[in-house]
Every structure is written in structure tokens, then in C-alpha cells.
């Protein structure tokens, strides 16, 4: 009969130690079994290298599951394939480019865990507001998010943004296709500034680097305070220093042509003190206007605030 007993007791660990052996292991999340079935490195689309970010670090107790993202998806899973069967229903919620799934639905899934800093007004942004959800620029699934890279951020941004690409291809902009910035150097594209910037002002954000435009200065020149944009397009333009028009037609879209009358495009044909001629060479009003965006001079001189040296 303890013969008996022993064998028995035996057989039925044998079976256990099989059955375990049977049941599917988890590849990359906890958990994921029940999708790595199906989903696996043969994939058209590489699922199993979330293991390779930090949606995949194991040890990390807040790293998802598939089920935190896509739900629970018993239609998908339950679905029996075959001759004459119906197509495979989408999980619950799909991040894909002709996904059926709403933009608030796709986006609320990230914002679960990622709702604070930077993105605390991601609701009230532009890209909200307009139907952009974070799986339109972000790619979960990749050991290389291109959004997050600076050399391929922005073509990412560029897909919509197709004026910008235009004018950072310019014989004058910003080193953004050098890599040496990135559209996130200036822009905060979760943020619900008016445009996205990571400064509350245009101004601000331009001090950023251009640290020594900010003065304050004994003669403040007002467009500076403002907005830089005012003369500057700051994605690239065809003229030096990202000027949108050349002197002195940019400085007479606000000054009045009477302090410096008939300033037009032309070479003095000889010597000449005329100040209506002297505007139009080389750099035009900054020959004698040299401190455009603010002067320091206390000289008690009428022409002392004019931003000369």
C-alpha cells in the first residue's frame, strides 16, 4: 500500500513538472505569455523589443503590461482563426496608424503613468486639441524612439509641420539639421503655451542662448521686449541673421522714412554725407545703429538713446 502511496505521489509530481513545462513563459513583460503566442520576433512588427526600453525593465515595479495599454482584449485573444473566419478583432485599444481607437482614449493610456512635469498640460495643448495623440509621434515598441532622438526628432515634427522644413532647409538657420539642436530645444510640444514653447514668452525662450540680448539695457529697444519674432523667423530665412527682410526696409516697416528720407536700395555714385544714401550700403541702418536690441550710453546726447556705439 506505502508502495502504492509513493508511486502515485510520484506520478502526479511527473505530471506537474510536464504540465509546468507545457505552460508558456513570460519573453519580456510580466505577464505576457498569453500575447507572446501569438507575438513573437517573427513579427511584421517588432513587438518583443519593448524589452529593450524602459517600458521593459522587469525590475522596475511600475513598468505596464500588455493589458495596461491595449486592456484586457478577450475578443482579441479568444478569436479561432480559419478558412471562411472572420479577420482577428483589434486589441481594445490600438496604437496603430489605422487604429479605430480614439485619440483621447490612446492618449489617456500614457498619461495613466506619465501625467506630471512637462506634460502637465498636455489637455489643454495644441496637439490635443487638434486630435494629435502621443502614439502619432511616439513609438513605444522600439529600442530607438525617433522623437526622442535629436538628429531624428524632427523629421517626426516635420510630417506635419511642413513650412518649418522648408525653412530650416534655408541657407540661414538653425543648426537644427546639424543636430545640434532639436524642435524641443525651443518648442515643448506637450505644453499649453500658445506655441508650445519652453519658456512662457517667445523673448524667454530666445534668452535661453542668446543670453546677452536680454539687457536690461538704459535704452531698451521695444520690439526687443515684445517678441524677437518681430524681425527674426527663427526656422531659417535667406538673409543674415535670420532677419525676415533686409535694412533698411525691415526698420521702416515701424520707422517712419522722415528721420532718413528716400532710404532705397542703391550705391552712392560718388562721395557722399547724405544720410539718405548711407542706410542703403553694406549693412544698411546697423552701419550707425549698432546696438539694435538695446544701448548702455549715458552720454547726455539727443542721439544717446538711438543705438549707436
Known amino acids: 500500500m506505502k508502495r502504492f502511496l509513493a508511486l502515485a505521489i510520484v506520478a502526479a509530481l511527473f505530471a506537474g513538472g510536464a504540465a509546468a513545462q507545457d505552460q508558456p513563459k513570460d519573453k519580456v513583460l510580466t505577464g505576457d505569455a498569453k500575447c507572446t503566442r501569438c507575438h513573437d520576433e517573427n513579427d511584421t512588427f517588432p513587438v518583443l523589443a519593448i524589452g529593450q526600453t524602459k ?3 522587469r525590475a522596475d515595479a511600475r513598468t505596464p503590461s500588455c493589458t495596461s495599454c491595449h486592456g484586457e482584449s478577450e475578443a482579441h485573444m479568444s478569436h479561432k482563426s480559419g478558412s471562411g473566419a472572420p479577420p482577428r478583432p483589434r486589441p ?3 496604437f496603430s496608424k489605422t487604429s479605430k481607437t480614439s485619440y483621447e482614449t490612446r492618449s489617456q493610456v500614457c498619461m495613466t503613468c506619465h501625467q506630471g512635469s512637462a506634460r502637465m498640460d498636455w489637455q489643454m495643448s495644441a496637439h490635443a486639441t487638434r486630435d494629435v495623440a ?5 513609438q513605444v515598441h522600439t529600442a530607438r524612439d525617433p522623437v526622442r532622438d535629436k538628429l531624428a526628432q524632427s523629421d517626426t515634427c516635420f510630417t506635419c509641420h511642413k513650412e518649418q522644413r522648408a525653412q530650416v532647409n534655408r541657407p540661414v538657420h538653425h543648426p537644427i539639421v546639424e543636430g545640434k539642436m532639436s524642435c524641443s530645444s525651443c518648442h515643448n510640444v506637450h505644453g499649453a503655451n500658445p506655441k508650445q514653447l519652453v519658456r512662457d514668452s517667445v523673448t524667454e525662450t530666445c534668452y535661453t542662448c542668446h543670453m546677452e540680448k536680454r539687457g536690461p539695457f538704459v535704452h531698451s529697444h521695444p520690439p526687443v521686449q515684445e517678441d524677437c519674432s518681430i524681425c527674426h523667423q527663427p526656422h531659417g530665412t535667406t538673409i543674415a541673421s535670420l532677419l525676415k527682410a533686409r535694412a533698411p526696409y525691415l526698420c521702416q516697416e515701424c520707422h517712419s522714412h522722415t528721420s532718413h528720407p528716400s532710404q532705397l536700395a542703391g550705391l552712392p555714385t560718388g562721395r557722399t554725407t547724405s544720410t539718405s544714401a548711407l542706410g542703403t550700403v553694406a549693412r544698411g541702418c ?3 545703429h549698432t546696438n539694435i536690441h ?5 552720454q547726455n546726447s539727443a542721439t544717446a538713446e538711438r543705438f549707436r556705439r
Open 92 to 94: 481594445d485599444v490600438s
Open 286 to 288: 546697423m552701419n550707425c
Open 55 to 57: 517600458h521593459g525593465t
Open 294 to 298: 538695446g544701448g548702455n550710453s549715458t
Open 134 to 138: 502621443c502614439s502619432s509621434c511616439h
